[in-house]
Nanobody, 115 residues
Framework: QVQVVESGGGLVQPGGSLTLSCTVS????????MAWFRQAPGNIREFVAA???????NSADSVKGRFTISRDNAKNSLYLQMDNLKPEDTAVYYC?????????WGQGTLVTVSS
């Protein structure tokens, strides 16, 4: 059974940094394009950034230049380095395949950007 576990969230001041991690067990994601998504209170889940199996990355305009996605296929792990965080980045962050069929969603990790 596939399990997705996100970690690394927390409370950070505006302008600060955090690194999120995601580990997938029960499946090898080596050939998958993986992505980070986020959901702010009262909003729908939105795309943040994606990375192909060959480590080609793209991101949403709202985080471009501030967030960096990376992966370690040997560890079945995905990462999101977030710099210059803004209050509007506050959300629960999730990782998953970029396209269907998706893995079961994990519980996500909460990032709160506030002074």
């Amino acid at each position: 059974q596939v399990q997705v576990v996100e970690s690394g969230g927390g409370l950070v001041q505006p302008g600060g940094s955090l690194t999120l991690s995601c580990t997938v067990s029960g499946s090898s994601f080596t050939s998958d394009t993986m992505a980070w998504f986020r959901q702010a209170p009262g909003n729908i889940r939105e795309f943040v950034a994606a990375i192909t199996s060959g480590s080609k990355a793209n991101s949403a305009d709202s985080v471009k230049g501030r967030f960096t996605i990376s992966r370690d296929n040997a560890k079945n792990s995905l990462y999101l380095q977030m710099d210059n965080l803004k209050p509007e980045d506050t959300a629960v962050y999730y990782c998953n395949r970029r396209l269907a069929p998706l893995y079961p969603w994990g519980q996500g990790t909460l990032v709160t950007v506030s002074s």
